[in-house]
């Protein structure tokens, strides 16, 4: 019934999060002279470098997707911002779409996949590359700051990618790209949340390229060291 795979499929994203909480407690709390360890599965050796501008790495990779002849879905919470973007790409020539959507809720990201492949074709690619902060120290972060971030990186790339892969699995082929941090590697200070949430992509990526492996689908996930609107009041 699927039970044991999903189970799976959660217990490496959980074990990805847990080791890289216990990294950045140990960063935050070893002035208190507070030791954490945990043991990692082992060394990630995917990184990337990336400096951006105006909506960051999403604008880059969506014109980069299109400047090689892709045609692309760009995809924000903001109506306004999506479609801006997908203009920017149509006026260089580019196919291209942009739609609204909250990748947390279920019903948003069907229907946005659904209005892409309306109008665009099947979804060969997927960039799961949503991301938001909410900074706070751990003692004085609250739930509704934990939970925020985790529901967009994790739920919001675990939807998208739960929408897209029937159909390639049916086509035998995808490509799929979890956009990760160094955050999510090493740890940071002020924002746990943030990192633990990278953290469980690289989890997630590992168990999702397990599985969708046979159907012809590629899964990687990227972390990139980026300067961008949403890192600028960090």
């Known amino acids: 019934d699927g039970a044991p795979v999903r189970a799976t499929f959660v217990e490496l994203a959980a074990r990805a999060a847990v080791d890289n909480l216990a990294k950045t407690l140990s960063v935050e709390w070893a002035r208190h002279k507070i030791r954490i360890n945990s043991v990692a599965p082992g060394p990630i050796d995917t990184y990337g470098f990336a ?92 739930p509704a700051q934990w939970d925020a971030v985790l529901a967009v990186h994790v739920t919001g790339s675990f939807n998208c990618l739960q929408a897209v892969a029937p159909g390639m699995m049916e086509r035998g082929y995808g490509r799929v790209i979890n956009v990760t941090s160094a955050a999510g590697l090493v740890g940071t ?35 990139p060291g980026a300067a961008t609107p949403m890192t600028e009041t960090i």
């Not at 400096?51 to 919470?77: E, F, K, L, M, S």
């Not at 779409?97 to 990748?103: E, K, P, R, T």
């Not at 109008?119 to 909410?134: E, F, S």
């Open 189 to 223: 200070i002020g924002q746990i949340n943030y990192s633990t949430a990278k953290a469980a992509l690289v989890g997630f990526t590992m168990s999702a390229a397990r599985e969708l492996a046979k159907f012809g689908i590629v899964v990687n996930a990227v972390a």
């Open 51 to 142: 400096r951006t501008y105006y909506q960051g790495i999403g604008a880059a990779v969506a014109q980069a997707y299109a400047d090689a002849g892709a045609r692309v879905c760009v995809v924000d919470i903001a109506a306004d911002l999506a479609e801006a973007q997908a203009a920017a790409l149509r006026a260089s020539g580019a196919d291209a779409v942009g739609v609204a959507c909250d990748v947390a809720n279920r019903d948003q990201v069907a229907a946005m996949v659904e209005a892409a492949q309306r109008q665009l074709g099947p979804a060969d690619i997927l960039v799961n590359n949503a991301g938001i902060t909410r900074p706070a120290m751990l003692h004085r972060m609250t």
